[in-house]
């Protein structure tokens, strides 16, 4: 299959948007890790400002998906909120 009309006909836009959000939770892992680890305040920023775009790219594909009803991130239970913010302040 080198044709990419024959590539694009196999995937439909819930697995599109899915792959690409992978990609950009990926990116941004990426970014995150560059930008902790520039060599200069520049490169830093410059890092910043590309994490800060692909997040952004992140969020739109994330919202897209879940107004189709394709992405639903289960809520987390009170009890474990509650659990976890006691942990975290407990530190």
Same mark, same amino acid.
């Given at each position: ?21 992978? !990609? ?5 892992? !990426? ?18 400002? #590309? ?9 739109? #594909? ?16 009170? &009890?474990? #909120? ?8 407990? &530190?």
């Amino acid at each position: 299959m080198s044709n990419p009309d024959q590539c694009a006909q196999l995937l439909d836009e819930k697995q599109i948007l899915n792959d690409a959000l992978l !990609s950009q939770k990926l990116m941004t892992d !990426s970014y995150n890790t560059y930008a902790g680890e520039a060599v200069s305040a520049q490169l830093r920023n410059t890092m910043l400002s #590309i994490l800060d775009d692909e997040h952004c790219i992140q969020a739109d #594909i994330f919202n897209c998906l879940q107004s189709h009803g394709w992405y639903q991130p289960e809520p987390a239970e009170q &009890q474990k #909120i509650v659990q976890t913010r006691q942990k975290f302040t407990a &530190q």
